[in-house]
């Protein structure tokens, strides 16, 4: 089977009040955020070298307001999954039965949304930054 995933890129957490959440993990955990008024999100990126590319890649936590949430009829945070060739594995997923939503493309990459047999929302990401 093709290698898809290539990293966690992140794990998002939704929120009704995203500052003071973000407070209660750095009061809490010693999480130093910043934060983007573009997204009304806290973040936290933990850098890694990439073993195979020899390039600095991160994973990222994010407390991001409810309403940046994909619209969904429940209360979620998301697994982001970094990936490669996001066209292909949107084809590969249709195949198994797998709702897709479309790919949307922003500056930092490609992403699309799937939910899995739980009702776990994943986010998959193609950074097309580094390319």
């Not at 990293?7 to 009704?16: D, K, N, P, T």
Request: proline share 2%; glycine share 4%.
């Amino acid at each position: 089977m093709k290698d898809f995933i290539a990293h966690i890129g992140g794990v998002f957490i939704y929120s009704e009040n995203a500052k003071t959440l973000a407070e209660w993990y750095t009061n809490c955990f010693g999480i130093a955020f910043e934060y983007t008024e573009d997204y009304q999100a806290y973040f936290a990126s933990y850098p890694y070298p990439d073993t195979n590319d020899k390039k600095k890649f991160y994973t990222a936590f994010s407390i991001l307001q409810s309403n940046r949430r994909p619209k969904l009829d429940f209360n979620a945070f998301c697994l982001n999954l970094r990936v490669n060739n996001i066209e292909e594995l949107v084809q590969h997923l249709r195949l198994k039965d797998v709702t897709v939503k479309d790919i949307e493309e922003y500056s930092e990459g490609k992403f699309t949304h799937i939910i899995d047999i739980e009702n776990n929302l994943i986010e998959l990401w193609e950074d097309t930054t580094s390319l």
